[in-house]
């Protein structure tokens, strides 16, 4: 776990994939998270202003006090926070677009057990555009080749596994997705190309510091597992591209 960003208000590191951000009843046995971990690190304690799924790697966020982690919340509310992901998807996903399908919010039963239910679907709003393709000689769904896109993402609003739940509507799910994903693929990522983690990334966080009002861009480096994928797949360019337009 990488310390990214670090001064007397804020504290951003790298989240590995698996990692809860905090305790929870998701996994009562788990008793390690990156909340506690930023703490004993750091010294202090932090306060959580957004959220990443267990499953997702990349640049977390902690306020060092009350006040810094209320603006910041609310600038996230306010969509005043930039996010940008990187992931891998099923088929050839189009060059670009925006995803404008509303999401009915989904619930666990053991973490949600108290939130009300019957709500209606909600605004939900990711933008994307292909990075790189690869297709590989290996025969799926009666093709004789499989093919994949690396994609990046970005959320304009932030619904519960938005960008997950966009990428199925698409019928492109992101690989290694055990909810929203095909088992198939998933198979073959961890089988074949030794990488069972969820292939989404939040590679940066752009927004206005809390404090000095000026603009902050915090960016997480690709883990090796994700790197080793890109290498298969024959994509490293295609990373690199994008990081010197940001």
């Not at 504290?11 to 305790?23: C, D, F, N």
């Not at 750091?42 to 009350?66: E, K, M, N, Q």
């Not at 698409?170 to 198939?184: A, E, K, N």
Request: aromatic content about 6%.
């Amino acid at each position: 776990m990488e310390i990214l960003y670090l001064d007397d208000h804020l504290v951003a590191i790298t989240k590995p994939a698996g990692l809860l951000v905090h305790r929870s009843a998701v996994d009562r046995r788990e008793t390690v998270s990156a909340l506690q971990l930023t703490r004993d690190r750091i010294g202090r304690r932090v306060y959580p202003v957004h959220r990443l799924d267990r499953p997702t790697s990349g640049v977390l966020l902690f306020a060092l006090a009350r006040e810094p982690a209320a603006i910041l919340s609310a600038a996230f509310a306010a969509r005043q926070v930039e996010k940008r992901y990187l992931a891998v998807v099923r088929g050839f996903i189009p060059e670009e677009g925006v995803i404008n399908y509303p999401l009915v919010e989904e619930q666990d039963r053991t973490t949600d057990r108290l939130a009300r239910s019957g709500k209606g679907a909600q605004e939900a709003v990711t933008s994307f555009r292909r990075l790189a393709l690869a297709e590989l000689p290996l025969p799926s769904g009666g093709h004789p080749t499989s093919r994949y896109s690396l994609v990046e993402a970005r959320p304009l609003t932030g619904r519960k596994h938005q960008i997950r739940r966009h990428c199925k509507h698409l019928f492109h799910p992101v690989m290694g997705d055990t909810t929203h994903g095909d088992g198939f693929h998933n198979k073959r990522f961890r089988e074949d190309f030794g990488c069972p983690r969820l292939l989404l990334h939040a590679l940066t966080l752009s927004l206005p510091h809390p404090v000095t009002g000026k603009n902050l861009t915090v960016t997480a480096p690709l883990d090796e597992e994700f790197t080793r994928l890109l290498c298969f797949m024959g994509w490293e360019e295609a990373v690199a591209t994008t990081d010197k337009e940001r």
